[in-house]
């Protein structure tokens, strides 16, 4: 079957670092998305990667090695309004989005 | 990016009753939507995608005669939940990507709709 595991729940300090894991088992890959939802809202877009590699978007980052099946969302200076979900999406073979279940960060002051 | 509008945010109704929920791309054609359905502190569970000028293509486990979709043009999709009960209660996201050359087929989502039966 179709897999992606990612941690419940994260907590962190403002103005520190923090990276969420993402691995997947999926019938064939053509790219993963990160997605952070705020509560009661929709997901919105924040990367996508398809080679392996890190990109870079201002505090965020996002990894991806395809041969380990496991991907990072970076995020760097937190603020408060970081707190929020961020979900990690895989497109499979079909070019059907696989979601995980997505991490809760928690900001702390 | 794109624009997704999703339209009544909130609704509360009785039970039995029928609710529609529009969704439109403000800003491109989109020849495929999805819809989504969020219970709280869970993930995103897609329940059909809805495909321009033919019938909706339903997950396992969805009713497709409750939740009655159209998509009668390239920017507007509806949902429609039908004799809606209060385990209906939950939170209907739509979503469409916009595939074009360069495009990574991310998703733009509407605002959501918070629908809870009485």
């Known amino acids: 079957g179709q897999n992606i595991d990612q941690p419940t729940e994260m907590t962190a300090t403002e103005g520190a670092i923090v990276q969420i894991n993402c691995t997947y088992q999926?019938?064939?890959?053509?790219?993963l998305f990160w997605y952070q939802q705020h509560a009661g809202e929709a997901p919105t877009f924040l990367s996508y990667?398809?080679l392996d590699g890190l990109e870079e978007k201002g505090r965020f980052s996002s990894f991806l090695s395809r041969s380990k099946g496991y991907s990072y969302l970076l995020l760097k200076e937190l603020q408060m309004k970081d707190s929020a979900s961020y979900l990690c999406a895989v497109r499979d073979s079909n070019y059907q989005l696989i979601w995980g279940a997505g991490t809760k960060l928690i900001i702390k002051p | 990016g794109a624009v997704v509008s999703q339209h009544p945010s909130r609704v509360i109704c009785k039970s039995g009753t029928s609710v529609k929920i529009e969704c439109r791309s403000l800003d491109f054609q989109a020849t495929t939507m999805f819809w989504y359905r969020q219970f709280p502190k869970q993930s995103l569970m897609l329940m059909a995608t809805s495909n321009e000028g033919s019938k909706a293509t339903y997950e396992q486990g969805v009713e497709k005669d409750k939740f009655l979709i159209n998509h009668a043009s390239l920017t507007l999709s509806t949902l429609t939940v039908t004799s809606a009960h209060p385990e209906d209660s939950s939170f209907y996201i739509c979503?469409?990507?916009?595939?074009?050359?360069?495009?990574?087929?991310?998703?733009?989502f509407g605002e959501g709709s918070r629908l809870t039966v009485l």
């Open positions: 999926t019938s064939g890959f053509n790219g």
């Open positions: 990667n398809v």
């Open positions: 979503s469409a990507s916009h595939l074009g050359r360069g495009d990574t087929g991310e998703l733009f």
